[in-house]
């Protein structure tokens, strides 16, 4: 038994150790939160490094690091107008246009703990690799496992029960007002993206986000506008 319980002993530890990577360190948690706050951006030609300097000082507490081994160059001009949207919106158009991507370090006793790095990529919050699996994943595919078992199995044979009455259809959820500015103001700011790439002359990039724009935001104000300029750009 004891021989047991040590063979089992490096999986249990491995087992753990797995757990708590995909947990946030209290550092990574906190800067995640700082992600949610609302900035306003009026940035015309301004270098990446100015830029940096002012989402810490509107964002007290954040650490924004720019990997430049990776090829984030702090002298990247970056054009962004932008009123009280989260940080996130404001890294997510940024990171677009220049072909980069974020994450937030989560290693206890790493001295960069809980800072935000720029770099190259595509990362968005996680390290490539690392993002969260949630529960409810998990959930869905132990439901969809049931469901193949249960097709496999034999049916029996019933009595015809008499047919229920049908239920009502429950009623869609009514969007907020807060969601719909929420959609509005994503789909605008994409659409100003897509319109200063096409500015700098990077035709293929505008139409990517223009794309991404109409299949994101099909209903929002500016989809008709967006439409008209893919279709101008793709002809």
């Known amino acids: 038994m004891r021989r047991l319980l040590l063979l089992a002993l490096p999986l249990i530890i491995c087992i753990s150790s797995f757990a708590l990577a995909e947990d946030d360190t209290a550092k990574a948690s906190a800067t995640r939160k700082l992600l949610k706050q609302n900035v306003t951006v009026q940035y015309k030609d301004q270098a990446l490094r100015e830029v940096v300097d002012d989402l810490k000082e509107q964002i007290k ?5 720019p990997d430049t081994k990776s090829g984030v160059q702090l002298n990247t001009q970056i054009t962004l ?5 989260p940080l996130e919106e404001v890294l997510n158009t940024i990171c677009e246009k220049n072909g980069w991507g974020y994450f937030i370090l989560s290693k206890e ?8 790095i720029l770099k190259v990529g595509k990362e968005r919050g996680y390290e490539e690799g690392k993002e969260p699996t949630g529960k409810n994943d998990k959930d869905k595919g132990k ?7 249960k097709k496999t199995e034999p049916k ?4 015809p029960k008499e047919k229920a009455e049908p239920k009502e259809k429950a009623e869609p959820k009514e ?3 807060d969601d719909e500015d929420r959609v ?7 659409f100003k993206v897509a319109k200063d790439l096409v500015e700098a002359d990077k035709k293929d990039r505008a139409i990517k986000v223009l794309e991404d724009l109409l299949e994101t935001y099909p209903k929002s104000k500016v989809a008709a506008e967006a439409k008209e300029l893919l279709e101008k750009l793709k002809g």
């Open 61 to 65: 507490g954040l650490s924004i690091k």
């Open 81 to 85: 107008n932008a009123k009280d949207v």
């Open 109 to 116: 006793k790493n001295a960069y703990d809980g800072q935000l």
């Open 143 to 149: 439901a969809k496992d049931k469901k193949e078992a």
């Open 156 to 159: 029996e044979k019933t009595e």
């Open 175 to 177: 969007r907020t007002a």
């Open 184 to 190: 509005e103001r994503a789909a605008a700011l994409k």
